[in-house]
């Protein structure tokens, strides 16, 4: 089992900046990737970026629209992920959930919200 521990939403401006995190606990020996989704009110949870552990470094992918924007890193020393979330704009508003899966199971956070206000 894998516990996730998520901080840092809030409201900012458009243009501003927020940076996410999240705690891993647990089984975290198994997990195999993490990332952040998001979900806006009457829209489906949509994937915002993830790093997923490779054989020799991890990779990190990033839905077109934060392309450019966003920066997921993951410490490993520390078992959490950060999302550095630059150039804000009213469209980023939603909850955002922390995700980290294992071979087995999907892992969700509790989920924090982040306002982008005009």
């Known amino acids: 089992q894998v516990q996730l521990v998520e901080s840092g939403g809030g409201l900012v401006q458009a243009g501003g900046s927020l940076r996410l995190s999240c705690a891993a606990s647990?089984?975290?020996?198994?997990?195999?990737?993490m990332g952040w989704y998001r979900q806006a009110p009457g829209k489906q949870r949509e994937l915002v970026a993830v790093?997923?552990?490779?054989?020799?470094?991890?990779?990190?992918n990033y839905a077109d629209s934060v392309k450019g924007r966003f920066s997921i890193t993951r410490d490993g020393a520390k078992n959490t992920v950060y999302l550095q979330m630059n150039s804000l704009k009213p469209e980023d508003t939603g909850a955002y959930f922390c995700?980290?899966?294992?071979?087995?199971?999907?892992?969700w956070g509790q989920g924090t919200q982040v306002t982008v206000s005009s």
């Open positions: 995700y980290a899966r294992d071979d087995r199971f999907p892992y």
């Open positions: 790093v997923t552990r490779g054989s020799s470094t991890n990779y990190a």
């Open positions: 647990g089984t975290i020996f198994s997990i195999n990737a």
